[in-house]
């Protein structure tokens, strides 16, 4: 997978989100649209996640490279509802399109994604011992 290593995700491009929630086999939405592209090291989209979904790779579906790491859903996973029966279900949190979810532990309404261009300097990768050649 190609991953971003320079420059910033384009707000008017269209996102996918791959991961396992929640222990599901896989949940994969590819509508994501960017709604806070302002902050440097993140930034917030609409991804319709769940626990579990952190890691997750988010790809830019127009440029076909992964431009962010899932971090954080958008607010408070469950709100608990009468089943109608006499007891409770967990129901997931619906957002606003237009405004997100808000509070979300004070930094962002929406998913929070880190950026690809962050994530890559936070990580050192070794070189695979098949590559260094050692002379005596």
């Excluded at 707000?11 to 991961?19: M, Q, W, Y």
């Excluded at 890691?55 to 790491?69: F, K, N, T």
């Excluded at 399109?97 to 690809?116: I, K, Q, Y």
């Excluded at 994530?119 to 011992?129: E, K, P």
Aim: proline content about 5%; some cysteine.
């Amino acid at each position: 997978m190609i991953a971003r290593y320079d420059g910033i995700a384009q707000s008017n491009h269209t996102f996918l989100v791959a991961g396992h929630p929640d222990g599901l086999p896989l949940k994969i939405q590819g509508n994501v649209v960017m709604k806070d592209n302002t902050p440097t090291l993140w930034f917030g989209t609409s991804s319709d996640t769940f626990a579990g979904n952190s890691g997750s790779p988010l790809i830019d579906l127009d440029a076909g490279i992964v431009d962010g790491i899932h971090v954080r859903r958008p607010t408070f996973h469950y709100a608990e509802q009468d089943d109608g029966l006499g007891g409770k279900c967990a129901m997931p949190t619906v957002c606003s399109e237009a405004s997100g979810c808000s509070p979300n532990s004070g930094e962002s309404a929406w998913a929070v994604e880190t950026r690809m261009t962050r994530a890559v300097t936070q990580v050192h990768l070794g070189l695979h011992s098949a590559l260094i050649h050692v002379t005596l």
